[in-house]
C-alpha cells in the first residue's frame, strides 16, 4: 500500500483537516520534535487504497540568514551586505528539529499533499517543505506526479473535501517572490541598521533605543507618522466667530438654530450680523423638507479593513488583531484572515454562512428574518482573485471565543433615517435651521450597533410661516484647530493607498516602529513618534527623501508582484533593486553628517550622558552608567564603550577588580527571585581565553583562581539544559540561588544560611562539586541541631528538602550556548572533554534530579 504525506502549516491544522478527511477514524501520535502531531488514517487516492499520514510544520520551516563572518557587526563593512556576502537558507527554529522530523516522515512515502495557508508565504513554506522531503520520498515512475497543492479558504467540512478532490501544484513564481522579498528587506535593512545603529549610539548616549533599525517598509510607515506631526507642530490656529440663535418652541423647551453662514473670520463682520439679528423678536419658519439619509452596509470585509475596524472599534492593535483572527481560523470560526478581496463570488454560500449562525444567542432573530425574508446580496467590492472575504464560518458565543464575535452585516439591509429640517426667518441675513435626525430601518446596525446613525431630540411639529420668540442672539469665539496624530486605523489605510507591505506585513511593520521607540501609542490608539523617530526621518528627508518617502518602496512591491505573475525575472528584480539600494547607502554614509547636525540637537553625547559607576582599568577614572538603551559603561577618558547585559539592573559590586584587567566589576540582576552574576566590563567586551566569547560574564569566566570565576563557583551540569553548568550565586545571602550560566534554570537554596562555599571535594555519586553550607544555631534547618553541613546539592537527602527548583524572570540575549561543562569546577579539577558523558554518573540521574526539584 502506497502512502500519501500531507503537510499543513499548523499543528491544529493538521489535526482539523485530518479529522474532516478521516471522518474522524484515525490514529495519532507525538512526531520526534515533540511540537508537531502525525495522524495516520487508510482511504483512497487516485483510484487506489493508500495509508494517509497528515502532520504539520510551525510556520517557515528555513530562514534567510548570512554566513560565517558577515553576521558579526565588527568584521565587515556593511556595505558589502549588498552583493558580496553570501547568504543560506536555515532552520528557521533549530529547536524543533524540523528538517529532520519531515524527512523521517517523509521517508519511503510516494506522495505529498502540501496543506499550507493559500497565499505568497504558503507557497514558500511548500517549496521549504519539498527540499526537505522530496529527497528522501520514493522515486516517482515513468513521469508520474508526486507533488500536489491543496487550495482552501475555510477550515469546513465542505471547503476541505472540495480542495481534496481539486488538488493542483505549487506556484512556484509566488514562493520566488518571497525569497526576493526576504533577500531585499534582509541586505537592505542589514546594511543600514547596522551602519546607522553603531555611528549613533557611538556618539549619543540617551537614544533610549537598542537597535536604530531601518526598513524599506518600516521607515516609510514611520515617515507618515512623522509628516502628521510635522502638520500639527507647523499649525497656526486662526480665531473665527460663530453667530449662535436660539428661539423657544413652548414655556420650558428652547431650539439651537445652525447658522447658514457657518463661520466668519472678521470680529466687525460677525458684529455687524449679531446686531441685525437682535433686530429680530420672532423666528419664522421660511420652508421644511423632509429627507431619508441612507448609511450603506459595510463592504465585505479583507484584512485591511479588519486590521482598521479591530484598532478603531475594539482597541485592539494590528499585531494583536492578525493574531486573533488566525487564532480564529484555526479554530475554524472564521475563513482565511489574509485576503484583499470585498466581494463575494456569485457562487458564494452566503445562506449556508447564515445559517450557521442562526441559534446564536444575541442576533438569531435577525439571521432567522433575513433567511425567511429574502438576503440582500452584498455590495459589489474589489475582486483580488485570491480568497473570499473574511466570514464567520460557524457561531460562536463571547464566553467561548473571549474576544469580539464576527458578524453577518453584510447580508443585513442599509440603515435608514429621516432628516426633517427647517429653515429660519427669511428676514434676517442670518439664516438658520435645525435637523433631527431618527432612525426609520436599523438595518444592518441592528447587530453592529455602534455602527447605528445617532439619535436626537425631535423637532416640535410646524409648518411654513409659523413664528417662534426669539430668546438668545450670542456670538461665540472660536479658533481653528490642528489635525490630530494617526491613528493605526488611518495609518493603515495610508499604507495600503501607498502599497507599502502586504495584508499579512502591514501589523508586523507598525509593531515594529512601536518596538523601537520611534513612536509611542496614545489614547485611542494614535502613534505619537518620539524625538529619534522625528529626527531619523527629517535626517532621511535632508540626506535622500526617497528613503523615507513611500514612492520607491510601491514601485518595489509591483516589481515583487510581477515576479509572483511570472511577469519579471527574480534575479533581474533582485540585482536592480539591490543597485539602486547600495548606490543610495554610499551616498547616506558619505552624507550622514546632515543627520548627525540634527542629532546633536535632540540627544547628548556619551561623555555628558549617565552617572559615575566603576572605575576604568586603564585610567582609574570612574565610567558613567548609560542606562538608556541599550545600557553600557562609557569612559570618557579613553573614549571607550563597553557593552553590558541588557533587560537588568547594574549596580557596583563591591569595589572588587578584575585579576587581568584591573576593571571594576559590576553585578548584573534580573531581580531578586532570577539571576545576578558579576562581570569585568573589559572581559564581557574582550574575552580573555580561547573558550570564551564575547557576552560572557564571571560565571562563565575559566579563570583557574579568581575568586568570581566558574572555576571556583561551578557546581554541576545544570538539570535541563546540555551545555549549562550550575553556579553559586555569592552576593545571594541570606537567600541563597544557583543559577545556570547558560538558561533560565535557578534553584533557591539554603535560606538564612549564614554562609554557603564551594568545596574543592566532589561527590562520589555525580562528581558535582560540594557545598559547605553554615547556619545560625537559631535558624538552622539541620537535624540534630547541627549548624554546618557538607553534601552534594544533587544526591544528598539533607539539602533535598532545602532547594526549590524555578525559572529566573528573564534571560539576558547575550546568553549564547557553548561548549559542555558538564561536571563540577573545583580548584585544580581535571576537565573532562566537552559533550563527553560522565561514565561514573547514572544514565538516568538527570531526569531523577529534575523530577526530585520539581
Same mark, same amino acid.
Given at each position: 500500500?502506497?502512502?500519501?504525506?500531507?503537510?499543513? +502549516?499548523?499543528?491544529?491544522?493538521?489535526?482539523?483537516?485530518?479529522?474532516?478527511?478521516?471522518?474522524?477514524?484515525?490514529?495519532?501520535?507525538?512526531?520526534?520534535?515533540?511540537?508537531?502531531?502525525?495522524?495516520?488514517?487508510?482511504?483512497?487516492?487516485?483510484?487506489?487504497?493508500?495509508?494517509?499520514?497528515?502532520?504539520?510544520?510551525?510556520?517557515?520551516?528555513?530562514?534567510?540568514?548570512?554566513?560565517?563572518?558577515?553576521?558579526?557587526?565588527?568584521?565587515?563593512?556593511? &556595505?558589502?551586505?549588498?552583493?558580496?556576502?553570501?547568504?543560506?537558507?536555515?532552520?528557521?527554529?533549530?529547536?524543533?528539529?524540523?528538517? /529532520?522530523?519531515?524527512?523521517? +516522515?517523509?521517508?519511503?512515502?510516494?506522495?505529498?499533499?502540501?496543506?499550507?495557508?493559500?497565499?505568497?508565504?504558503?507557497?514558500?513554506?511548500?517549496?521549504?517543505?519539498?527540499?526537505?522531503?522530496?529527497?528522501?520520498?520514493?522515486?516517482?515512475?515513468?513521469?508520474?506526479?508526486?507533488?500536489?497543492?491543496?487550495?482552501?479558504?475555510?477550515?469546513?467540512?465542505?471547503?476541505?473535501?472540495?480542495?481534496?478532490?481539486?488538488?493542483?501544484?505549487?506556484?512556484?513564481?509566488?514562493?520566488?517572490?518571497?525569497?526576493?522579498?526576504?533577500?531585499?528587506?534582509?541586505?537592505?535593512?542589514?546594511?543600514?541598521?547596522?551602519?546607522?545603529?553603531?555611528?549613533?549610539?557611538?556618539?549619543?548616549?540617551?537614544?533610549?533605543?537598542?537597535?536604530?533599525?531601518?526598513?524599506?517598509?518600516?521607515?516609510?510607515?514611520?515617515?507618515?507618522?512623522?509628516?502628521?506631526?510635522?502638520?500639527?507642530?507647523?499649525?497656526?490656529?486662526?480665531?473665527?466667530?460663530?453667530?449662535?440663535?436660539?428661539?423657544?418652541?413652548?414655556?420650558?423647551?428652547?431650539?439651537?438654530?445652525?447658522?447658514?453662514?457657518?463661520?466668519?473670520?472678521?470680529?466687525?463682520?460677525?458684529?455687524?450680523?449679531?446686531?441685525?439679528?437682535?433686530?429680530?423678536?420672532?423666528?419664522?419658519? +421660511?420652508?421644511?423638507?423632509? /429627507?431619508?439619509?441612507?448609511?450603506?452596509?459595510?463592504?465585505?470585509?479583507?484584512?485591511?479593513?479588519?486590521?482598521?475596524?479591530?484598532?478603531?472599534?475594539?482597541?485592539?492593535?494590528?499585531?494583536?488583531?492578525?493574531?486573533?483572527?488566525?487564532?480564529?481560523?484555526?479554530?475554524?470560526?472564521?475563513?482565511?484572515?489574509?485576503?484583499?478581496?470585498?466581494?463575494?463570488?456569485?457562487?458564494?454560500?452566503?445562506?449556508?454562512?447564515?445559517?450557521?449562525?442562526?441559534?446564536?444567542?444575541?442576533?438569531?432573530?435577525?439571521?432567522?428574518?433575513?433567511?425567511?425574508?429574502?438576503?440582500?446580496?452584498?455590495?459589489?467590492?474589489?475582486? &483580488?482573485?485570491?480568497?473570499?472575504?473574511?466570514?464567520?464560518?460557524?457561531?460562536?458565543?463571547?464566553?467561548?471565543?473571549?474576544?469580539?464575535?464576527?458578524?453577518?452585516?453584510?447580508?443585513?439591509?442599509?440603515?435608514?433615517?429621516?432628516?426633517?429640517?427647517?429653515?429660519?426667518?427669511?428676514?434676517?441675513?442670518?439664516?438658520?435651521?435645525?435637523?433631527?435626525?431618527?432612525?426609520?430601518?436599523?438595518?444592518?446596525?441592528?447587530?453592529?450597533?455602534?455602527?447605528?446613525?445617532?439619535?436626537?431630540?425631535?423637532?416640535?411639529?410646524?409648518?411654513?410661516?409659523?413664528?417662534?420668540?426669539?430668546?438668545?442672539?450670542?456670538?461665540?469665539?472660536?479658533?481653528?484647530?490642528?489635525?490630530?496624530?494617526?491613528?493605526?486605523?488611518?495609518?493603515?489605510?495610508?499604507?495600503?493607498?501607498?502599497?507599502?507591505?502586504?495584508?499579512?506585513?502591514?501589523?508586523?511593520?507598525?509593531?515594529?516602529?512601536?518596538?523601537?521607540?520611534?513612536?509611542?501609542?496614545?489614547?485611542?490608539?494614535?502613534?505619537?513618534?518620539?524625538?529619534?523617530?522625528?529626527?531619523?526621518?527629517?535626517?532621511?528627508?535632508?540626506?535622500?527623501?526617497?528613503?523615507?518617502?513611500?514612492?520607491?518602496?510601491?514601485?518595489?512591491?509591483?516589481?515583487?508582484?510581477?515576479?509572483?505573475?511570472?511577469?519579471?525575472?527574480?534575479?533581474?528584480?533582485?540585482?536592480?533593486?539591490?543597485?539602486?539600494?547600495?548606490?543610495?547607502?554610499?551616498?547616506?554614509?558619505?552624507?550622514?553628517?546632515?543627520?548627525?547636525?540634527?542629532?546633536?540637537?535632540?540627544?547628548?553625547?556619551?561623555?555628558?550622558?549617565?552617572?559615575?559607576?566603576?572605575?576604568?582599568?586603564?585610567?582609574?577614572?570612574?565610567?558613567?552608567?548609560?542606562?538608556?538603551?541599550?545600557?553600557?559603561?562609557?569612559?570618557?577618558?579613553?573614549?571607550?564603550?563597553?557593552?553590558?547585559?541588557?533587560?537588568?539592573?547594574?549596580?557596583?559590586?563591591?569595589?572588587?577588580?578584575?585579576?587581568?584587567?584591573?576593571?571594576?566589576?559590576?553585578?548584573?540582576?534580573?531581580?531578586?527571585?532570577? /539571576?545576578?552574576?558579576?562581570?569585568?566590563?573589559?572581559?564581557?567586551?574582550?574575552?580573555?581565553?580561547?573558550?570564551?566569547?564575547?557576552?560572557?560574564?564571571?560565571?562563565?569566566?575559566?579563570?583557574?583562581?579568581?575568586?568570581?570565576?566558574?572555576?571556583?563557583?561551578?557546581?554541576?551540569?545544570?538539570?535541563?539544559?546540555?551545555?549549562?553548568?550550575?553556579?553559586?550565586?555569592?552576593?545571594?545571602?541570606?537567600?541563597?540561588?544557583?543559577?545556570?550560566?547558560?538558561?533560565?534554570?535557578?534553584?533557591?537554596?539554603?535560606?538564612?544560611?549564614?554562609?554557603?562555599?564551594?568545596?574543592?571535594?566532589?561527590?562520589?555519586?555525580?562528581?558535582?562539586?560540594?557545598?559547605?553550607?553554615?547556619?545560625?544555631?537559631?535558624?538552622?534547618?539541620?537535624?540534630?541541631?547541627?549548624?554546618?553541613?557538607?553534601?552534594?546539592?544533587?544526591?544528598?537527602?539533607?539539602?533535598?528538602?532545602?532547594?526549590?527548583?524555578?525559572?529566573?524572570?528573564?534571560?539576558?540575549?547575550?546568553?549564547?550556548?557553548?561548549?559542555?561543562?558538564?561536571?563540577?569546577?573545583?580548584?585544580?579539577?581535571?576537565?573532562?572533554?566537552?559533550?563527553?558523558?560522565?561514565?561514573?554518573?547514572?544514565?538516568?540521574?538527570?531526569? &531523577?534530579?529534575?523530577?526530585?526539584?520539581?
Amino acid at each position: 500500500m502506497k502512502t500519501v504525506l500531507m503537510v499543513a +502549516e499548523k499543528p491544529s491544522l493538521a489535526q482539523s483537516i485530518a479529522k474532516i478527511l478521516s471522518q474522524g477514524s484515525m490514529s495519532s501520535h507525538k512526531g520526534l520534535n515533540g511540537a508537531c502531531s502525525v495522524h495516520e488514517y487508510t482511504g483512497t487516492f487516485a483510484g487506489q487504497p493508500v495509508r494517509f499520514k497528515m502532520t504539520s510544520v510551525c510556520g517557515h520551516v528555513m530562514t534567510l540568514d548570512f554566513l560565517g563572518k558577515y553576521n558579526k557587526w565588527d568584521k565587515v563593512d556593511p &556595505a558589502e551586505l549588498f552583493s558580496q556576502a553570501p547568504t543560506e537558507k536555515r532552520e528557521a527554529n533549530p529547536k524543533l528539529n524540523m528538517v /529532520k522530523f519531515l524527512q523521517v +516522515e517523509g521517508r519511503g512515502c510516494d506522495y505529498i499533499v502540501l496543506w499550507l495557508d493559500c497565499d505568497k508565504e504558503g507557497e514558500n513554506i511548500c517549496f521549504e517543505v519539498l527540499d526537505a522531503v522530496l529527497p528522501v520520498m520514493n522515486k516517482a515512475h515513468c513521469g508520474e506526479k508526486t507533488v500536489f497543492r491543496a487550495r482552501f479558504s475555510s477550515i469546513t467540512d465542505t471547503d476541505i473535501c472540495n480542495a481534496m478532490a481539486r488538488l493542483g501544484e505549487p506556484d512556484h513564481n509566488e514562493a520566488l517572490s518571497v525569497d526576493a522579498r526576504q533577500e531585499l528587506d534582509l541586505r537592505i535593512g542589514c546594511a543600514f541598521t547596522r551602519f546607522q545603529t553603531k555611528y549613533f549610539q557611538g556618539k549619543y548616549g540617551d537614544l533610549d533605543s537598542s537597535l536604530i533599525s531601518f526598513g524599506p517598509c518600516q521607515t516609510p510607515t514611520l515617515g507618515f507618522c512623522v509628516e502628521r506631526h510635522d502638520k500639527i507642530q507647523s499649525f497656526k490656529p486662526e480665531i473665527y466667530w460663530v453667530l449662535q440663535a436660539k428661539v423657544n418652541t413652548d414655556k420650558d423647551r428652547s431650539l439651537l438654530l445652525d447658522w447658514d453662514r457657518v463661520r466668519v473670520f472678521d470680529r466687525e463682520i460677525a458684529q455687524m450680523f449679531l446686531n441685525l439679528t437682535k433686530l429680530e423678536k420672532e423666528a419664522q419658519v +421660511e420652508a421644511t423638507s423632509k /429627507k431619508e439619509k441612507a448609511k450603506q452596509r459595510p463592504l465585505a470585509l479583507n484584512t485591511v479593513e479588519m486590521l482598521r475596524v479591530a484598532s478603531s472599534s475594539l482597541g485592539m492593535g494590528p499585531q494583536h488583531a492578525m493574531q486573533t483572527a488566525e487564532r480564529l481560523y484555526t479554530q475554524g470560526y472564521i475563513s482565511y484572515p489574509r485576503t484583499e478581496t470585498t466581494h463575494y463570488p456569485e457562487n458564494f454560500d452566503l445562506k449556508g454562512s447564515l445559517r450557521q449562525q442562526a441559534n446564536h444567542p444575541y442576533w438569531a432573530n435577525v439571521v432567522k428574518r433575513l433567511l425567511a425574508e429574502g438576503i440582500n446580496r452584498p455590495r459589489k467590492g474589489h475582486d &483580488a482573485g485570491d480568497h473570499p472575504p473574511i466570514t464567520p464560518m460557524r457561531s460562536a458565543t463571547e464566553a467561548e471565543l473571549d474576544t469580539s464575535s464576527p458578524r453577518s452585516a453584510t447580508t443585513a439591509s442599509t440603515c435608514r433615517a429621516p432628516s426633517p429640517s427647517g429653515s429660519g426667518p427669511s428676514s434676517s441675513p442670518a439664516q438658520g435651521g435645525p435637523s433631527s435626525p431618527q432612525c426609520v430601518s436599523p438595518g444592518f446596525t441592528e447587530i453592529m450597533p455602534w455602527q447605528s446613525v445617532p439619535l436626537e431630540e425631535s423637532l416640535p411639529t410646524c409648518q411654513r410661516g409659523d413664528t417662534f420668540p426669539v430668546g438668545e442672539v450670542k456670538v461665540l469665539e472660536k479658533q481653528t484647530s490642528p489635525p490630530d496624530y494617526l491613528t493605526e486605523a488611518e495609518l493603515i489605510t495610508l499604507m495600503e493607498k501607498h502599497g507599502i507591505g502586504t495584508d499579512a506585513s502591514i501589523p508586523v511593520h507598525i509593531n515594529n516602529i512601536c518596538q523601537r521607540n520611534y513612536v509611542t501609542v496614545e489614547s485611542g490608539r494614535r502613534l505619537k513618534p518620539t524625538n529619534l523617530g522625528i529626527v531619523l526621518v527629517h535626517g532621511y528627508y535632508k540626506i535622500d527623501a526617497e528613503l523615507v518617502l513611500p514612492t520607491i518602496r510601491s514601485a518595489v512591491e509591483k516589481q515583487l508582484n510581477l515576479i509572483a505573475q511570472g511577469k519579471a525575472d527574480y534575479r533581474q528584480v533582485l540585482g536592480h533593486t539591490l543597485d539602486v539600494f547600495k548606490r543610495k547607502f554610499h551616498y547616506f554614509v558619505d552624507s550622514i553628517a546632515g543627520m548627525d547636525e540634527l542629532m546633536e540637537v535632540s540627544f547628548s553625547p556619551l561623555a555628558a550622558t549617565g552617572k559615575p559607576l566603576s572605575r576604568c582599568g586603564k585610567c582609574h577614572r570612574f565610567m558613567k552608567y548609560i542606562q538608556a538603551k541599550p545600557s553600557r559603561l562609557h569612559c570618557s577618558h579613553c573614549d571607550e564603550t563597553y557593552t553590558l547585559p541588557q533587560n537588568g539592573t547594574i549596580k557596583l559590586y563591591k569595589e572588587l577588580r578584575c585579576p587581568l584587567d584591573d576593571f571594576e566589576l559590576v553585578l548584573w540582576s534580573s531581580g531578586s527571585r532570577g /539571576k545576578s552574576y558579576p562581570l569585568c566590563p573589559y572581559c564581557y567586551n574582550h574575552p580573555p581565553f580561547r573558550d570564551m566569547k564575547k557576552g560572557m560574564g564571571c560565571n562563565e569566566c575559566t579563570h583557574p583562581s579568581c575568586q568570581h570565576s566558574l572555576s571556583l563557583l561551578g557546581i554541576g551540569q545544570c538539570v535541563e539544559c546540555e551545555s549549562g553548568v550550575l553556579v553559586l550565586d555569592p552576593t545571594s545571602g541570606p537567600k541563597w540561588k544557583v543559577a545556570c550560566n547558560k538558561c533560565n534554570v535557578v534553584a533557591h537554596c539554603f535560606e538564612n544560611a549564614h554562609r554557603v562555599r564551594v568545596s574543592a571535594d566532589t561527590c562520589n555519586m555525580c562528581e558535582a562539586a560540594l557545598l559547605d553550607v553554615d547556619f545560625n544555631k537559631a535558624k538552622s534547618p539541620l537535624p540534630g541541631d547541627e549548624t554546618q553541613h557538607v553534601g552534594c546539592v544533587f544526591c544528598d537527602p539533607v539539602f533535598q528538602e532545602l532547594v526549590e527548583l524555578k525559572h529566573a524572570a528573564s534571560c539576558h540575549p547575550m546568553h549564547r550556548g557553548g561548549p559542555g561543562r558538564r561536571q563540577g569546577r573545583g580548584r585544580g579539577r581535571a576537565r573532562r572533554p566537552p559533550g563527553k558523558p560522565n561514565p561514573r554518573r547514572p544514565k538516568d540521574k538527570m531526569s &531523577a534530579l529534575a523530577a526530585y526539584f520539581v
